[in-house]
């Protein structure tokens, strides 16, 4: 399998503000084999209050420890929400953001991203090499 494999998956964010309702908004969860220990949510320009697009990355092991129970202390912190909701708090310098997404999506996008890169391999598919020309490349 070519070394950029991705796992997307399109999700239904709500949205939790000081209203009392919750706006639904589109998001993408994205894995790749590329970077194996994180994971990526975009957020459509038209989801943000700035009105451009946002991507936030994160570790995978926080994405799976978070559906089961309270994890993250740092930008990103993600806890269960009943039986069928994950919360994923987004912590930036221009305040909080808060999305409820479906349990059973985010279970379903981890085991497509654990049969690309199971858990335990992430370093089997790391380009060490690349990595370090790169950082040396951008350097100068």
Not at 9 to 18: C, E, F, G, L
């Amino acid at each position: 399998m070519p070394a950029d494999t991705v796992v997307e998956q399109a999700v239904r964010a709500r949205m939790i503000a000081s209203a009392p309702r919750m706006e639904t908004v589109p998001a993408t969860l994205r894995y790749a084999r590329r970077d194996p220990f994180a994971v990526q949510m975009a957020f459509p320009a038209s989801a943000t209050l700035a009105g451009t697009a946002v991507c936030w990355t994160f570790s995978r092991e926080l994405l799976e420890a978070g559906v089961r129970a309270p994890a993250g202390l740092g930008d990103v912190r993600i806890r269960p929400y009943g039986d069928d909701r994950t919360v994923l708090e987004f912590h930036a310098g221009e305040g909080v953001a808060m999305v409820h997404l479906s349990t059973p999506e985010l279970r379903r996008f981890l085991g497509r991203a654990e049969s690309l890169v199971p858990r335990g391999c992430e370093h089997l598919h790391l380009d060490l090499d690349q990595d370090v020309a790169r950082l040396l490349r951008d350097a100068h």
